[in-house]
């Protein structure tokens, strides 16, 4: 069984997955990067030569390549999860945790997330705060919610996974 964290833009994902695959063993696939490396150029360049539309095409096919394996940790893209389609794909061989960020947790880490995150990057706080908000109802079809707070540190995080995924 695969371990899935899904959650908004700079929310931890990425930082928490390396954890579980630090505590575990378990090989880590980011999406991004892959999608990065089979298009050969950064997620920016992908959104800026070929729009948003085409990336979410990549995505998807990343997805189906990454559902077919096993045990692996997959760190998801924030726009993962508006394609339902991902999520049933995911959700066949994992198990989906949420990293719940509270909106101020993402506010704090949105000036470095800016220069890498092409969505954020000529968004103002309000555009970010209303797409956080719409994404809402699809984070929350999830197997599992990790609440994310200030005062929750990535390891913490990384082991209530790795706990939920050993009662699952």
Known sequence: MNIVITGFMASGKSTVAKEISRLTGRTLIDTDEMIAAEEGMSINEIFAQHGEKYFRTAEHNAIEKISLLDNVIISTGGGTVLDKRNIELLRKNGMIFYLDADFSVIEERLTEAAKTRPLLRDSSIEDI????????????????????????????????????????
Not at 137 to 163: F, H, L, M, S
Request: aromatic share 16%; proline share 5%.
């Open 129 to 168: 705060r209303r797409r956080f908000e719409e994404r809402m109802p699809y984070y929350a079809d999830c197997d599992y919610r990790v609440r994310i707070g200030k005062d929750k540190t990535p390891i913490a995080a990384a082991r209530e996974i790795i706990n939920a995924v050993k009662y699952y």
